[in-house]
């Protein structure tokens, strides 16, 4: 279990506490976060779950896959800071993460 707090584009703040069975993204929509859409259900293959990780938790959230290196070239708005939630897995070490919703996802 882990508390995440999505913070859309234009500043609200969503906290929910996301269990370990989900991905971020699973933990935002499950929780009727808006802002990630999720089209392809998980599998890396939409980009509409485009994350900024804070820079603070960049190495809790560990290193983009091959795959999703590959879908984020077609995502816009790509930043050093940008993941793909579906890729990150919930864990107690993520307790506190926060990320952001780039201005393509509201
Ligand atoms: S949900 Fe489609 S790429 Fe993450």
Redesign the pocket.
Known sequence: MAKITYIEFNGAEHPVDASDRFSV?EGAVKNNVPGID????????????HVYVDPAWLEKTGERTEMEKA?LEFVENVQPNSR????IKVSDKLDGLVVRMPESQH
């Open positions: 993204m999720a089209d392809c259900g998980g599998q890396c293959a939409c980009g509409t779950c879908m793909l939630s579906c890729q």
